[in-house]
């Protein structure tokens, strides 16, 4: 069942300048970053108010941050939606003939995302962690 928007992920070339802005405009707080090495990102999750930002920069060209700037100059990447069970939702979803890409079950915040092709073209991250609370623990 989905609870709600999560977060929304935005790439950026320099997350330091977007979250000095965010920031400085609008009160933002960083409250985690994170390198993946091997999606080739640095993720930071931004809370506005009661929402939350993840923004994401590219360390190398090959991975999905890095090949999304070249192509589309940066942007909305993503809209993570919260949802009890991922794998739940995944079998629902795919009931319904929907295509589910990205299946992350063997990490402790279940992750998962719906083909944009299915999704009216956009990208929808499956979650069963808040974003807020991933960065605490």
Do not use: W
Request: aromatic letters at 6%; charged letters at 25%; one cysteine or more.
């Amino acid at each position: 069942m989905i609870k709600g928007i999560n977060h929304v992920g935005i790439v950026v070339k320099n997350a330091d300048e977007v979250i000095g802005f965010l920031r400085d405009t609008f009160g933002a707080e960083e409250i985690n970053r994170v390198e993946f090495p091997e999606l080739q990102q640095v993720s930071c999750i931004v809370k506005i108010g009661s929402g939350c930002f993840e923004i994401m920069e590219p360390t190398g060209p090959d991975g999905a941050a890095g090949k999304f700037l070249e192509t589309k100059g940066g942007g909305l990447h993503h809209i993570s939606l919260l949802c009890d069970d991922v794998a739940a939702t995944c079998d629902e979803l795919e009931g319904k003939g929907l295509k589910i890409v990205g299946k992350m079950f063997d990490r402790p915040s279940k992750l998962a995302f719906l083909h944009p092709k299915s999704g009216k073209g956009i990208l929808y991250e499956l979650a069963e962690t808040p974003s807020v609370e991933v960065s605490k623990g």
